[in-house]
Nanobody, 124 residues
Framework: QDRLVESGGGLVQPGGSLRLSCAASGFNFDLYSMGWFRRAPGKASELVAAITSNADNSYYTDSVKGRFTIARDNDLNTLYLEMKDLKPEDTALYSC?????????????????WGQGTQVTVSS
């Protein structure tokens, strides 16, 4: 059974940094693309970043380009999201999700397994 467990969220001041991790188990991690989604109160889930199964390509939503970096370690079955220069508008519940295959997809309904999420709050 697919299992995804996020960690690394917390409260950070504007301009600060956080590194999120997602530990995957129950499937062949190196065969699937992965994504990070976020959901702010009252808003729909948004794909923040995605990465192909072998990490040769990635996607970022415009608002995080140059600030966030998605990465993966297929030996450790772990997905990461490095976040720098955080802004109050980055405040959300961040969840990792497993793709349907090796290539990235932008559609939330093409990610069949999700973690419970880790809260990121950016506030002074």
């Amino acid at each position: 059974q697919d299992r995804l467990v996020e960690s690394g969220g917390g409260l950070v001041q504007p301009g600060g940094s956080l590194r999120l991790s997602c530990a995957a188990s129950g499937f062949n991690f190196d065969l699937y693309s992965m994504g990070w989604f976020r959901r702010a109160p009252g808003k729909a889930s948004e794909l923040v970043a995605a990465i192909t199964s072998n990490a040769d390509n990635s996607y970022y939503t415009d608002s995080v380009k140059g600030r966030f970096t998605i990465a993966r370690d297929n030996d450790l079955n772990t997905l990461y999201l490095e976040m720098k220069d955080l802004k109050p508008e980055d405040t959300a519940l961040y969840s990792c999700a497993k793709g349907q295959g090796p290539l990235c997809s932008l559609a939330p309904n093409s990610y069949p397994a999700w973690g419970q999420g880790t809260q990121v709050t950016v506030s002074s």
